[in-house]
């Protein structure tokens, strides 16, 4: 009984101080692991060794709520490292790594992770080869070599090894050379010794560079500039300093972000790499996008605030926040946005002055310190830099402000009194006229003159010497707008200007069919949105007013369509349109200005009643192409790309306009797809786009198993018809695959065929379909999307290709044996893209990886595939799993 309480007063203690723990770092988001759970067991802290880029390792204990910043610091605290800035802690499982930062990560979570990883391999969580190390991830901009000699031998042994194993890559002859000369001086000295010369070869030259020139001749190479004397510690700072300089997107911490708002970019999704030089955007591994330094600050990463507060802290330049005038000949006389050089000395940091010097007069004298803002850079900013700086800070003081004294009449019409007569000539301007604007209602685009009369040609208030159709009116007065976001507002104050005090019925009936079309294509700004609704609200009476409410939602990129138009030219506000299916059936389905592809599916599967809305997609069909619809567009923007506006006020009549291109709505991503499961979906999608992809060819089956599904086919096509059976020959095509109908005389074909067809005896129609899918889901190639290409970036491939991609990921196969050549998943994938007929995709890691190039017309297609695929495990792990990423996902 005295060992129980013992046990169970050691166990209430052992408890309670974990519990204080986990409070002090935070919630694990992992389960726990094995080491973890024998730990447990006897109380006892878990022993990890942290390895450094010498070699050597360091012992620590674990327990469940330590954070890679607590390990970062105990390894610091070993070996007296005081730089720590950067230095992170990683764990690797085989040959993967990847970086725990030095922040408030749980080690054992990633720890965790790996388990979890060999579980998936059906292998024990306890064989789990996980690693710990410490590297230097990124520098400082401020970064100091001679500060903390501990600090540049470990980043100088990393370099070393990572310039041997590829991490660092250089391909000039004299760089390789300058940096073994240099480490051979560190490890030896300026003495000469041919062995020693030859140990540094093989220490910090790659093979592959060795074997191009042999031993002999790098020996020769590295001998001739070898170093006189310069003290070994000066040479490591200079080795780590030119490592700092050249490799400096190897020394970055990598984002994956999404764009939510911000400056205009390419693509919303990207990589962000922070390194030491500021913030670089990656479209791709080859294709870098603007170059932001420091103090452009778009971004909250904690990294970069960090950084910007240590540049602030350092940094000499200063602007003046406002105009400084003074009568006090010791202080300066500034204008706001003067860039100022400050002199900081020891004495100012009690002081509310500081003496500076106007770069843009020359003179010098003190300036309070509360009327300048430190800029964080440590180089002179330039001339062109500054007239940002200045205008981004003079558009934050001022936007609200300046915007409402542009609009700030129309605001007012806009309201309650929208409508009354005015009496003075301001208030008039707000008022329907029959002339045409002279300019813009917003100071901001007098030049904007193309826009000054088109909403009164529209609504018939002032004519047009040619005739135009409504629809080439609607193209002019939206098309600009859609394109151009600073339009929008103009749109809408020049539409609310001519609907204020109009009498005419036709011109306000006109006026309200091209607000309509307005809210279905863009909302007005945050500053007018109020002022909008209540225009409308005021005008509650009208058949359109309560549409127009409701369709202010997120722009549009492409003007309206000509359904659109003739719809509202009715007063019809439903649209409907025709959708096809694999099975060559098709149907009817509302579709609203603000429906996008997303919204049409999930309608298309409802009235299906099929089981599950996720994993469909739209595709469009015209006589030269077949291409995916993306599920964020709106659905008449992606019609706008294919029809063309009708010239000289001719009307093009529905049928024309609906023969130019098919709507299908097909399977996209075939996952969670078992047949038998939903025979709606499986009758409706699988079967009929299953069977094109086996009778091409593309899988790579058995002659057992196409007898057999050549039977099956057949049941689908006659049912129970024996008298059928005298056709199978010259139904062969739609039975066999293309490439195997040779492999047996058709005769034979036959008698195998009404073989299987008979082992089949009392299966329906139905029955047979659900079975050849049971049959085909067995295979790996089951619901890929199959391309023939081109390449010759491979040799070791056959060219031409095919690729194939499913929920796996990326499939390459040989055309002719159909043997799966490599399959490459969706998180080996780092970038993908397409040009033109060319496509491209990197395997590997964010900064190495290995390029594949391809030539195919359906190389859009592959790109939005992958997307596709890649888009919905994220939204599975984020549904899930929310915050269980090692890498860092940031929404910005």
């Not at 058709?746 to 299966?763: C, H, L, R, T």
């Not at 790996?780 to 290709?801: A, H, M, W």
């Amino acid at each position: 009984i005295k060992y129980q309480q013992g046990w169970l007063r050691d166990y209430k203690e052992y408890c309670s101080n974990r519990l204080h723990r986990v409070i002090a770092n935070g919630e694990r988001k992992e389960l726990p692991c094995w080491v973890e759970l024998q730990a447990a067991k006897s109380k006892a802290p878990i022993d990890a060794s942290v390895t450094l880029m010498d070699g050597h390792s360091v012992s620590l204990p674990l327990e469940s709520a330590s954070t890679s910043a607590e390990v970062c610091q105990a390894v610091a605290d070993q070996l007296g490292l005081k730089d720590t800035y950067g230095f992170s802690l990683y764990i690797s499982l085989y040959e993967k790594m990847w970086s725990l930062n030095s922040c408030e990560k749980h080690v054992l979570d990633a720890v965790s992770q790996c388990e979890q990883e060999m579980r998936r391999q059906n292998k024990e969580e306890k064989d789990a080869p996980w690693r710990l190390s410490i590297r230097k991830e990124m520098f400082a901009p401020w970064h100091d070599c001679s500060l903390d000699p501990v600090s540049t031998d470990l980043i100088y042994r990393q370099v070393i090894k990572g310039i041997k194993n590829g991490e660092y890559i250089t391909d000039k002859e004299d760089e390789c050379i300058q940096l073994a000369a240099m480490h051979y001086y560190i490890q030896f000295g300026s003495e000469y010794d041919r062995e020693n010369v030859q140990s540094v070869v093989e220490q910090c030259i790659p093979t592959h560079l060795i074997e191009n020139k042999s031993m002999t001749k790098w020996i020769q190479l590295i001998s001739s500039p070898l170093l006189q004397t310069q003290g070994r510690e000066r040479v490591k700072g200079q080795l780590v300093e030119m490592a700092r300089q050249k490799w400096t997107l190897d020394f970055s911490r990598f984002f994956e972000v999404t764009m939510m708002s911000g400056p205009p970019l390419p693509k919303s999704r990207f990589v962000v790499a922070v390194n030491w030089t500021g913030i670089l955007f990656m479209e791709r591994r080859d294709k870098r996008l603007p170059f932001l330094l420091y103090f452009l600050k778009y971004f909250s990463l904690s990294v970069m605030e960090e950084n910007v507060e240590g540049l602030r802290q350092r940094s000499v330049y200063a602007l003046v926040q406002e105009a400084i005038k003074s009568d006090d000949p010791m202080f300066l006389v500034c204008k706001r946005g003067d860039l100022l050089l400050v002199d900081k000395d020891e004495s100012s940091r009690d002081r509310d002055w500081i003496r500076a010097r106007n770069e843009r007069t020359g003179d010098s004298g003190a300036v309070y310190k509360r009327m300048i803002e430190y800029l964080p850079t440590l180089t002179k900013p330039t001339d062109a830099m500054l007239v940002v700086l200045n205008a981004a800070k003079t558009k934050k003081i001022s936007g609200k402000q300046d915007y409402f004294s542009e609009c700030h009449t129309c605001h007012r019409s806009a309201g309650k009194d929208a409508g009354r007569p005015k009496g003075t000539g301001k208030e008039k301007l707000w008022a329907s006229s029959r002339e045409p604007l002279k300019q813009p209602l917003l100071r901001s685009l007098v030049r904007k003159s193309d826009l000054n009369h088109m909403a009164c040609s529209y609504m018939g208030d002032y004519p047009i010497k040619q005739m135009r159709s409504p629809m080439e009116l609607t193209d002019l007065i939206f098309g600009p707008a859609t394109q151009h976001k600073e339009l929008q507002d103009e749109i809408y104050c020049q539409i609310m200007k001519q609907m204020t005090s109009n009498n005419n019925r036709l011109s306000m009936e006109r006026g309200w069919q091209l607000l309509w079309m307005c809210t279905g294509l863009f909302p007005p700004s945050d500053n007018l949105m109020g002022h909008t609704q209540r225009f409308v609200e005021s005008r509650r009476r009208d058949l359109l007013a309560a549409g127009c409410l409701q369709r202010l939602k997120e722009p549009r990129k492409l003007p309206p369509h000509l359904a659109e138009v003739e719809a509202i030219q009715q007063n019809v506000m439903k649209i409907f349109h025709k959708v096809h299916f694999p099975n060559e059936k098709s149907d009817i389905f509302e579709v609203a200005s603000t429906i996008t592809i997303k919204d049409l599916c999930y309608s298309i599967t409802s009235n299906l009643k099929l089981s599950s809305a996720e994993g469909y997609g739209l595709y469009l069909k015209t006589p030269t192409k077949v291409g995916s619809d993306y599920e964020n567009r709106y659905f008449f923007d992606c019609l706008r790309q294919i029809t063309s506006v009708p010239r000289k006020g001719k009307k093009v009549k529905e049928g024309n306009a609906s023969c130019l291109y098919l709507k299908f709505s097909c399977r996209k991503l075939w996952f969670n797809v078992s047949p038998g499961k939903d025979i709606i979906a499986d009758l409706t999608f699988h079967f009929p786009q299953e069977v094109p992809k086996y009778l091409h060819g593309f899988h790579n089956c058995t002659k057992e198993n196409m007898i057999t599904l050549g039977g099956l086919l057949f049941r689908a096509q006659v049912d129970s018809d024996r008298s059928q059976f005298v056709m199978i020959p010259r139904m062969l095509k739609g039975l066999v695959p293309a490439d195997q109908l040779k492999i047996m005389v058709p005769e034979e074909w036959k008698k195998q065929i009404i073989s299987s067809y008979n082992k089949q005896s009392g299966m329906t129609v139905q029955e047979a379909k659900i079975t050849f899918l049971r049959t085909v889901s067995s295979w790996p190639t089951f619901g890929c999307d199959f391309s023939e290409v081109k390449q010759t970036c491979e040799r070791s491939y056959p060219n031409p290709l095919w690729i194939g991609i499913n929920k796996q990921g990326v499939s390459l196969i040989d055309p002719t044996s159909k043997e799966l050549l490599v399959m490459h998943q969706f998180n080996r994938i780092i970038e993908y893209y397409s040009k033109g007929n060319s496509f491209t995709m990197t395997i590997g890691t964010l900064v190495r990886g290995n390029n594949f190039v391809c030539e195919t017309s359906q190389a859009d297609q592959m790109e939005d595939l992958i997307r596709s695929y890649v888009s919905m495990y994220e939204r599975q792990i984020q549904g899930f799993r929310p915050r269980n990423a090692v890498n860092q996902l940031l929404f910005i």
